[in-house]
């Protein structure tokens, strides 16, 4: 596993926290830091934290990225074996879960996974960092898929909630008495 530099992951977090606040859906987005949650959080310590925060929801985030790593099966030529060229590829996934304060229930999960495979020489030094370069691609391809996704589902779940809304009934004493 890899992690991108803190600045990236910023740039695609905010993006994605821009998303969310766009949804008409969503009525205001807390950040809250991944340092108030112990390292093997279970759901009730998350719903507390949330609590803490007064918030009805709360989507918790997993990130894994891949280290580039030397695609074997990639088609090397005879310019790729003079000038150290190879076939790169890396992976990013991130995790989405939505998370009912109140009821304690997931209200959704959602993935998105990236792959992406790039041809270059890891030593040439007119090239800084190719391994990173790739990193990036892969991690803002992946943020952007996870944007879309738990919007959807954020529309999703609120139409659900919209169309299993209980409407009281008045029920009137049909019984009438007689002396």
Do not use: C, H
């Not at 905010?14 to 112990?38: A, C, R, Y």
């Not at 879960?97 to 996974?113: K, Q, R």
Request: aromatic content about 8%; cysteine-free.
């Amino acid at each position: 596993a890899y992690n991108i530099p803190e600045n990236d992951r910023r740039v695609n977090f905010d993006n994605f926290i821009k998303k969310l606040k766009s949804n008409p859906n969503v009525g205001q987005v807390i950040e809250i830091s991944s340092n108030l949650i112990s390292k093997n959080p279970d759901i009730e310590a998350i719903r507390q934290l949330a609590a803490r925060f007064q918030v009805s929801s709360i989507v918790v985030l997993s990130e894994t990225y891949q280290t580039p790593s030397e695609n074997k099966e990639g088609l090397i030529t005879p310019i790729d074996m003079i000038t150290g060229t190879r076939t790169w590829e890396s992976f990013a996934k991130i995790e989405a879960y939505g998370l009912d304060i109140l009821n304690g229930v997931f209200i959704f999960s959602t993935a998105s996974g990236v792959k992406e495979i790039d041809k270059y020489n890891k030593t040439n030094p007119n090239v800084k960092n190719p391994d990173l370069a790739l990193m990036r691609t892969v991690a803002g391809k992946a943020w952007k898929e996870l944007e879309d996704k738990v919007s959807s589902e954020i529309t999703v779940y609120k139409s659900r909630l919209d169309s299993n809304k209980v409407v009281p009934i008045i029920v009137e004493d049909s019984v009438s008495s007689s002396k």
